[in-house]
């Protein structure tokens, strides 16, 4: 499983980005083995996405990232701390973000269904923003990349409405 779609969404990534430039003032020594309490008690949550991420990282090989072998964790702790922090924020600021307009409120499990359409079709380096504005009425808005789509059936429904009341006059 790719870590982006671990981190699902832009609230994520931001807190996940703030957390670990604030590890770089806290680590002592350069081993990750005498830091990881200081990771753990500090990124919460999200220790084992980094977790994962270093462990892929450490081995250079790809890897079924839930479960990291004892070779990549010994590695991982045996690594340089702010090297690999700051690898991990490279990574984090690597990541793309898709703004989804809904017309309704997603279910997680809704959410989680679009994040591995995405990473199977469109890119494994995503996470979700998603907006909700009912007056689209069905279907999406989406911004990825600086690119808009409109694909909502509110512009259909005005265009249908404006057609009618043009032909009434």
Do not use: C
């Not at 830091?35 to 994962?52: A, H, M, Q, S």
């Not at 702790?77 to 809904?102: K, M, Q, R």
């Not at 789509?149 to 009341?165: E, P, W, Y």
Request: cysteine-free; overall charge positive; proline content about 3%.
């Amino acid at each position: 499983m790719n870590l982006a779609i671990k981190i699902q969404n832009t609230q994520n990534l931001q807190r996940l980005k703030m957390l670990a430039s604030g590890l770089k003032s806290k680590l002592v020594g350069d081993s990750l083995a005498r830091n990881k309490v200081t990771l753990e008690k500090n990124l919460g949550e999200f220790f084992p996405i980094f977790e994962d991420f270093v462990s892929s990282d450490a081995l250079n090989t790809p890897k079924d990232l839930n479960q990291p072998s004892i070779s990549a964790i010994n590695k991982l702790y045996a690594s340089n701390s702010l090297a690999i922090i700051d690898n991990f924020l490279l990574y984090l600021n690597s990541i793309s973000v898709l703004d989804l307009t809904l017309a309704f409120n997603p279910t997680p499990k809704f959410l989680q269904e679009v994040l591995f359409w995405l990473n199977k079709n469109v890119s494994n380096n995503i996470v979700l923003k998603v907006n909700y504005q009912e007056d689209i009425v069905a279907g999406a808005l989406i911004t990825y990349n600086g690119k808009y789509g409109d694909f909502s059936t509110r512009n259909k429904l005005d265009a249908l409405f404006n057609h009618t009341q043009e032909l009434k006059i």
